[in-house]
Antibody, heavy 117, light 110 residues
């Protein structure tokens, strides 16, 4: 089954840009699938950030829409997240995932990103 | 969009049954049969246990079941076991082609 692995800096300065990538283990990134990012602050609940289709169509959480961008690179078997103008409130474990229909069927292990100077 | 409302905690003794509610609006839970439930153990990624209101993925115990009435979805766990102690989150597709999670429920097995 597909495996997903997040990568990127674990520490980002306030007002900077958080950038993460998600490596997809199989070729499913080129087929009919949607790919999501979800985050979870320490001790908090899950928050859906957004999704991208294999063709590059995107949808974003209304609360983050002005600061977030998700892209896909089929040649590299990966998709990416950028969140700009970060504050301490953006400190969280960030999960990449593959949708299964209207649910999230496969999750990465998650990566902690801390926003601090 | 606001997070779906779940009770903060639910507890039960081994062998008992418990139910977790998930309340949204007509723009999410009430408007679509696309409610999912996720189980998350500490330090682990969430795992889908129910999708499309009442469907279980392959390999998920039939002790887990889902239902929906109006703007409220529910997850029932029967024959409660120690391994069921975890956090549970509901999620729903919304009218904006986005998703929203619930506030989360901590299940404690007494």
């Amino acid at each position: 089954q597909v495996q997903l692995q997040e990568s990127g800096p674990g520490l980002v300065k306030p007002s900077g840009t958080l950038s993460l990538s998600c490596a997809v283990s199989d070729g499913s990134i080129r087929t009919t699938n949607w790919w999501s990012w979800v985050r979870q602050p320490p001790g908090g609940g899950l928050e859906w950030i957004g999704q991208i289709s294999h063709g590059g169509d995107t949808d974003y959480s209304p609360s983050l829409k002005s600061r977030v961008s998700i892209s896909i690179d089929q040649s590299k078997n990966q998709f990416s997240l950028k969140l700009n103008s970060v504050t301490a409130a953006d400190t969280a474990v960030y999960f990449c995932a593959r949708n299964s229909g209207r649910s999230i069927g496969y999750w990465g292990q998650g990566t902690l990103v801390t926003v601090s100077s | 969009q606001s997070a779906l409302t779940q009770p903060a905690s639910v507890s039960g003794s081994p062998g008992q049954s418990i139910t977790i509610s998930c309340t949204g609006t007509s723009s999410d839970v009430g408007g679509y049969n696309y409610v999912s439930w996720y189980q998350q153990h500490p330090g682990k990624a969430p795992k889908v246990i129910i999708y499309d209101v009442n469907n279980r993925p392959s390999g998920v115990s039939n002790r887990f079941s889902g239902s929906k009435s109006g703007n409220t979805a529910s997850l029932a766990i029967s024959g409660l076991q120690a391994e069921d102690e975890a956090d549970y989150y509901c999620s729903s597709y919304t009218s904006s082609n986005t998703y929203v999670f619930g506030t989360g429920t901590k299940v404690t097995v007494l």
